[in-house]
């Protein structure tokens, strides 16, 4: 059964970092394409980031360029989102999610893990 377990979510600090894994339980993970996705309360679910099957080439939302770092490690089956320079408004629950497309659109992607919440808060 494919599975995806986010985790790294935690409380921490306007102005602080956190990194968040997501490990995959899939056969050929070197040819899957992981994306990063979030949903704070009352809103929809936002495209945060993407990573290629190799690892090669990376796609980012806008907001999140040049604070959040997308990272795959095939030998570990896992992907690593580094967010540093965290705001109040990152405050959401994030998902990863497995595709055969590389892509920021939330439809490609049929295989998602549960969450993992990250609150930025002082």
């Known amino acids: 059964q494919v599975q995806l377990v986010e985790s790294g979510g935690r409380l921490v600090q306007p102005g602080g970092s956190l990194s968040l894994s997501c490990t995959a339980s899939?056969?050929?993970?070197?040819?899957?394409?992981i994306g990063w996705y979030r949903q704070a309360p009352g809103k929809e679910r936002e495209f945060v980031a993407a990573i290629n099957s190799d690892g090669g080439s990376t796609i980012y939302a806008d907001s999140m360029k040049g604070r959040f770092t997308i990272s795959k490690d095939n030998a570990k089956n896992t992907v690593y989102l580094q967010m540093d320079s965290l705001k109040s408004e990152d405050t959401a629950v994030y998902y990863c999610?497995?595709?055969?497309?590389?892509?920021?659109?939330?439809?490609?992607?049929?295989?998602w893990g549960q969450g993992t919440q990250v609150t930025v808060a002082s």
């Open positions: 999610a497995a595709s055969g497309y590389f892509s920021r659109i939330i439809g490609v992607y049929p295989i």
């Open positions: 899939i056969q050929r993970f070197s040819d899957t394409n």
